[in-house]
């Protein structure tokens, strides 16, 4: 299967301690996107990268919470000191960047903060 | 400020019925809309889209029609069938919709097709 992958599919972190959410996009894919989705809401987008670039951040809280995709690896959505409220489903989606090109998503990552 | 509204939490249908999922936008900047299928503990599933120079667009079982004077857009299932059981999303993209070329979506609705 050529999806999206997303790892791990379930996280459990307490109060103050660090998440890092990883996503590998489809084979042939350039372009990454995080999306929040909390409890009985549609989906929030967070942020769009580039290989090595942050395109759009305008979804992204301004603190703790930190996106990259190295030239090299999977994309990488770190949240730190998290909180209670910081626990939701985090979506990965790629796409090929062509014009209406539509997204492919991953499996989400289940991210519980006790 | 929600921009893409869909304003049906849940639908119940017959199978072999049609279902018709709405769902309405406010921003005028958005020129593609997709819809997207979701089960449970999964990730959401691309299932067809339109652009805006379009009114219609159909894919076996599914069509999606666009009123762009009204903002409004729709997803027609039929025959439903009861793996259509789902939530369904509704989706925006433009210039100011979710990101350069990110997606503005709705809340959802809970198809329930009834055998």
């Known amino acids: 299967n050529a999806g999206v992958m997303q790892n791990p599919r379930h996280l459990v972190r307490r109060r103050g301690q660090e998440a890092r959410l990883r996503c590998s996009p489809m084979?042939?894919?350039?372009?990454v996107y995080w999306y929040r989705q909390l409890p009985e809401e549609g989906l929030k987008f967070m942020v769009y990268?580039?290989?090595?670039?942050?395109?759009?951040e305008s979804g992204m809280p301004k603190e703790r919470f930190s996106a990259e995709f190295p030239k090299e690896g999977p994309s990488i959505l770190r949240i730190q000191q998290v909180v209670r409220g910081d626990s939701a489903a985090y979506f990965c989606?790629?796409?090929?960047?062509?014009?209406?090109?539509?997204?492919?998503f991953g499996n989400g990552t289940r991210l519980t903060v006790t | 400020d929600q921009q893409v509204k869909q304003n049906s939490p849940s639908l119940s249908v017959q199978e072999g019925r049609i279902s018709i999922l709405n769902c309405d936008y406010t921003?005028?900047?958005?020129?593609?809309f997709l819809w997207y299928k979701k089960y449970p503990a999964e990730g959401p599933t691309f299932l067809i889209s339109?652009?805006?120079?379009?009114d219609k667009n159909e894919d076996g079982r599914f069509t999606v029609f666009l009123n762009k004077s009204a903002k409004h857009l729709s997803l027609h299932i039929v025959p439903s069938q009861p793996g259509d059981s789902a939530v369904y999303f509704c989706?925006?993209?433009?210039?100011?919709?979710?990101?350069?070329?990110?997606?503005?979506f709705g809340k959802g609705t809970h198809l329930i097709i009834q055998p």
């Open positions: 989706a925006a993209s433009g210039r100011s919709g979710g990101g350069a070329d990110g997606l503005t």
């Open positions: 084979k042939g894919h350039s372009h």
């Open positions: 990268l580039q290989k090595e670039n942050i395109i759009d």
């Open positions: 989606a790629s796409s090929a960047g062509t014009d209406n090109s539509p997204l492919h």
């Open positions: 339109i652009s805006s120079i379009k």
């Open positions: 921003n005028s900047m958005f020129d593609y």
